[in-house]
C-alpha cells in the first residue's frame, strides 16, 4: 500500500515528506527543552525520537494523511513537523475517532510566522482531499499554539488531562 506524501510550498516553506537522512534533525528539535515544554514537558531521547519518525512515514501509508516536515526555503533545513494523525489517546470517543492536527517548530522557526504559515498550508490540503472534523489538544499555556489554532478555525471542546497535566482539547467542525 505505497503512497506518496504530497509537498506543499508556501512562501516561505515547503511541507515534505521527512527524509531518512535528516533523523538527526529531528531527533535534534525533539531533544530541546525549549519544543518540549509545552509537549509532554520532557525532551525525547533518540530511541523514542527513532519511534515518531518511523510512526510519521508509517501514518502516511495506513491513512493516506500524517505529518510532513517542514523546510525553511532561507536555510533548506527541517524546521519542524505539521500535519494530522490518529493518536488513540484515550481522551473520548468524541475526540479520539477524529484525526488530529499537530504542529511543532524548532526555536529558532517560532514567533515569525511560519508555524501558522505551514498549519495553514497543511490544513488547506485536508480540506481539499480528506475533509472532515479535526482535533488538536496543547498545553493550556501554550498561547502561540493557542493562537494558531484559533486562526485555524479551532474551538474549545474541553479540558482534560494527560501524564503531564491539564490538556486542552479543540475541535474545528470545519474550514473557518
Not at 481522551?91 to 488530529?100: A, H
Not at 485536508?126 to 502561540?144: H, I, K, Q, S
Request: glycine share 12%; proline share 6%; hydrophobic share 40%.
Amino acid at each position: 500500500m505505497g503512497r506518496l506524501v504530497p509537498t506543499i510550498n508556501t512562501a516561505r516553506v515547503t511541507l515534505r515528506a521527512m527524509r531518512p537522512g535528516e533523523f538527526d534533525r529531528f531527533a535534534e528539535i525533539w531533544a530541546m527543552p525549549e519544543v518540549a515544554v509545552y509537549i509532554g514537558g520532557t525532551p525525547r531521547n533518540r530511541s523514542d525520537s527513532w519511534k515518531a519518525f518511523l510512526t510519521n512515514a508509517g501514518h502516511w501509508q495506513m491513512t493516506g494523511f500524517g505529518q510532513w516536515g517542514i523546510e525553511e526555503h532561507v536555510t533548506k533545513r527541517l524546521v519542524g513537523q505539521v500535519g494530522f494523525f490518529h493518536g488513540a489517546r484515550g481522551l473520548g470517543e468524541d475526540f479520539d475517532s477524529v484525526p488530529e492536527a499537530g504542529w511543532v517548530l524548532a526555536p529558532e522557526a517560532q514567533g515569525v510566522g511560519l508555524g501558522l504559515e505551514a498549519a495553514q498550508a497543511a490544513h488547506d490540503w485536508f480540506d481539499r482531499v480528506v475533509t472532515g472534523p479535526l482535533v488538536c489538544m496543547m498545553d493550556p499555556d501554550n498561547e502561540a499554539s493557542a493562537r494558531i489554532a484559533e486562526r485555524l478555525g479551532y474551538v474549545d471542546m474541553r479540558l482534560a488531562e494527560d501524564d503531564a497535566g491539564p490538556i486542552q482539547l479543540k475541535l474545528r467542525k470545519s474550514p473557518p
